[in-house]
Each structure stands twice: as C-alpha cells, then as structure tokens.
C-alpha cells in the first residue's frame, strides 16, 4: 500500500471524500468534507504529499483561508503545513532516513516517500520552529548547512 492510499484510508476514516480533478491553480483544495486532488499530479509521493496537508486543513482550520494575504490565513497555511510535515515523517522520519545511511535531500526524499520539494519545505519550517539544531529521542539533529543526526553524547 502506498503512502497515497493509506491517506485515503485516513481520510475516509474522518469520512472525508477525496476525488481527483482537473485542477489547474491548485494542486489541492478542501471544502467541506470534500477534498480536490489536482488528477495531473505526476507522483503518488507528491499527491501522498498534498493529501496530507489537506487533511491537516481539515483538522486544524477553519473557513476559507485562498486569499493569503490575509495575516491570520497565512498562519493557519503555515499550521496545516506543519501537521502536514509531522505526517509525512516528522523528526522520527528524519533519525529513520539518517540512520538507514542517507545523507543527501534526494536519498532522504525517497527514503522518506517524500518529494524533494517537500523535504525542504519541511527543514525550512523545523529551523523555523527549532532553529539550527533540536534533540529530539535520543538524537541531536541539525539542519543547517544540511541534515546531520547525531546519537546524544557520541
């Protein structure tokens, strides 16, 4: 099973009804409990990627937040993000990736089931959130120049 379908399966099980359509601006929209996945998204880990922040939008947000230059709607953007990144893999994901020996953003990306794109979006959101460096388990990680994971007191 795929990380796509096992979010179908989460999205149905918060009876969410999730359909692929013909999108040209979005790669994904939720209204509702309907959730639009654009049909030409080439990946099943880059619609495995937007099916998880639309999920978070539905958990965490609330009303219509398309016009971002609203300050409050980008915050919630930025919430949904978050959880979304938390799915997909989370620090966990990152000490896995790590620990299997992968080192560069297209190993952990395919490690992770993860586009590229949504890796960094991801390390970008964590220096934000922690800054350089969080321990997290056990582990030190830093972000900055690029992941590095590193046993607690080694």
């Not at 795929?2 to 979010?7: H, K, S």
């Not at 939720?30 to 880990?45: C, E």
């Not at 893999?89 to 590229?116: D, M, Q, W």
Request: hydrophobic share 35%; charged share 30%; net charge neutral.
């Amino acid at each position: 099973m795929t990380d796509y379908e096992v979010l179908l399966d989460k999205a149905n099980s918060y009876g969410l009804i999730v359909m692929e359509r013909p999108f040209v601006f979005y790669d994904g929209l939720i209204k509702n409990r309907k959730i639009g996945i654009r049909k030409s998204i080439p990946t099943s880990a880059q619609k495995a990627d937007v099916l998880a922040e639309e999920i978070s939008h539905y958990k965490y947000n609330t009303g219509d937040i398309l016009d971002q230059s609203v300050t409050e709607n980008r915050k919630q953007e930025n919430v949904a993000r978050r959880h979304a990144y938390d799915e997909r893999f989370g620090l966990p994901g990152i000490i896995r990736a790590y620990n299997a020996k992968c080192r560069t953003k297209y190993e952990i990306s395919e490690y992770l089931g993860v586009t590229e794109e949504f890796l960094e979006k991801a390390i970008d959101c964590y220096i934000r959130r922690y800054g350089e460096s969080v321990e997290h388990e056990g582990y030190v990680i830093t972000f900055i120049p690029w992941i590095k994971v590193e046993k607690k007191g080694e």
